[in-house]
Nanobody
Framework: QVQLVESGGGSVQAGNSLRLSCAASGRTWNSVMGWFRQAPGQEREFVAKISFTSRRIDYADSVKGRFAISRDNAKNTVYLQMNNLKPEDTAVYFC??????????????WGQGTQVTVSS
C-alpha cells in the first residue's frame, strides 16, 4: 500500500511561483510519479510525470516551459515547481503514483489534493 500527501498549494497572483511537494510512504521502488489537476467543472487532466530514475519526464503542453517536475528518492518525495503561473492553472492538484508503467501512467495511488489558486 502507498500513501501520498501533498503540500505547498496556495493563492498567488499571476506571474508568481509555487512549489508543490508530495511525500510518499510504502512501496515506491521503480515507481512512476506525477501530477494531475482538476479545475471546477472540468475533468482531471495530466500535468507531468517522472520515472523512478528521473531519466524520463513528460509534461502537458499547457505547462511546458513553465513547470518542472523532480523527485528525491531518498526522501520518497516528488516536486512540482510551477513558474509564471496563470489564472488557468487554478485547480486542485493531485499527486499520483503508478508502480509499473511509465507509458500508460494513469495513477494507481492518489493523494488528497492541494488547491492552487491564481488570480489575475
Amino acid at each position: 500500500q502507498v500513501q501520498l500527501v501533498e503540500s505547498g498549494g496556495g493563492s498567488v497572483q499571476a506571474g508568481n511561483s509555487l512549489r508543490l511537494s508530495c511525500a510518499a510512504s510504502g512501496r515506491t521502488w521503480n515507481s512512476v510519479m506525477g501530477w494531475f489537476r482538476q479545475a471546477p467543472g472540468q475533468e482531471r487532466e495530466f500535468v507531468a510525470k517522472i520515472s523512478f530514475t528521473s531519466r524520463r519526464i513528460d509534461y502537458a503542453d499547457s505547462v511546458k516551459g513553465r513547470f518542472a517536475i523532480s523527485r528525491d528518492n531518498a526522501k520518497n518525495t516528488v516536486y512540482l515547481q510551477m513558474n509564471n503561473l496563470k489564472p488557468e492553472d487554478t485547480a486542485v492538484y493531485f499527486c499520483a503514483l503508478d508502480p509499473d508503467s511509465y507509458s500508460t501512467f494513469q495513477g494507481v495511488y492518489w493523494g488528497q489534493g492541494t488547491q492552487v489558486t491564481v488570480s489575475s
